[in-house]
């Protein structure tokens, strides 16, 4: 019995059929928004998060994750292209907590946390704003209220909370201040205010210019610096 006795009728149109189709070298796959919805429908409850300036591999972001923000049921963790993880949670309070008690940091870098949305690719993306705590120093107890804090606000981004905990009555140390800062921009690395200047200081942003005020080079390698050094006669 040769092969084509095995071969029903039925089988046999299809694959004729298939051998006069075109060869499409990039065919398009048809999703229903219906179908769409219900794959992206567990993911609703669930983060994209980048530590930012360093590169961890995933058991040790399992293990700060399940240390910091598992507290009510499991997390799930994934590990994606570009130092980009996935994280899914099964409770709303674990999720709400590590989504709105930030900024978080881990090894002394700032942990970028942004809601899971559709489609996203990682090579895509491009890191435009992070909440950060910025201090300034021995800033006077009488300039250390909410009303001078928003003044501050408006010169270097969206102020977000004030850290009580770090309160400059408390310490005596320096104000602290939570900011949501746009990184493509320039930082603004000091201020005066009544005749005194005070310089801010962004904790766990190793990377920012006091030259051009740009985050992700250091001032020795500041572009416009070496520019300029170049252009000198």
Same mark, same amino acid.
């Given at each position: 019995m040769v092969t084509e006795d095995y071969i029903s009728d039925e089988d046999s149109m299809?694959?004729?059929?298939?051998?006069?189709?075109?060869?499409?070298?990039?065919?398009?796959?048809?999703?229903?928004?219906?179908?769409?919805?219900?794959?992206?429908?567990?993911?609703?409850?669930?983060?994209?998060?980048?530590?930012?300036?360093?590169?961890?591999?995933?058991?040790?972001?399992?293990?700060?994750?399940?240390?910091?923000?598992?507290?009510?049921?499991?997390?799930?963790?994934?590990?994606?292209?570009?130092g980009y993880f996935l994280v899914r949670f099964s409770n709303q309070e674990d999720y709400s907590h590590a989504l709105f008690e930030g900024p978080w940091m881990i090894a002394d870098h700032y942990l970028l946390v942004q809601r899971w949305r559709p489609l996203f690719i990682p090579q895509e993306s491009e890191v435009k704003r992070v909440a950060v705590l910025i201090r300034i120093p021995n800033l006077p107890a009488e300039l250390y209220n909410r009303y001078f804090l928003w003044?501050?606000?408006?010169?270097? %981004?969206?102020?977000?909370?004030?850290?009580?905990?770090?309160?400059?009555?408390?310490?005596?140390? *320096?104000?602290r201040i939570?900011?949501?800062?746009?990184?493509?921009?320039?930082?603004?690395?000091?201020?005066?205010?009544? %005749?005194?200047? *005070?310089?801010?200081?962004?904790?766990?942003?190793?990377?920012?210019?006091?030259?051009?005020?740009?985050?992700?080079?250091?001032?020795d390698g500041c572009p416009k610096k070496i520019k300029e050094a170049k252009d000198r006669p």
């Open positions: 299809e694959h004729m059929e298939e051998s006069q189709t075109p060869f499409n070298p990039n065919p398009v796959i048809e999703v229903s928004l219906e179908e769409y919805d219900e794959w992206c429908r567990p993911w609703k409850q669930a983060l994209i998060i980048k530590p930012l300036g360093k590169n961890l591999n995933l058991q040790t972001m399992e293990q700060w994750i399940n240390r910091r923000w598992t507290k009510k049921e499991v997390v799930r963790v994934m590990d994606l292209v570009g003044k501050v606000e408006k010169s270097i %981004g969206n102020m977000l909370k004030v850290d009580e905990h770090t309160s400059i009555h408390s310490r005596g140390k *320096f104000a939570c900011m949501e800062v746009d990184l493509r921009k320039k930082l603004v690395t000091s201020f005066s205010t009544l %005749g005194k200047y *005070f310089r801010l200081e962004y904790e766990g942003l190793h990377l920012i210019c006091f030259n051009c005020g740009r985050y992700g080079h250091k001032h």
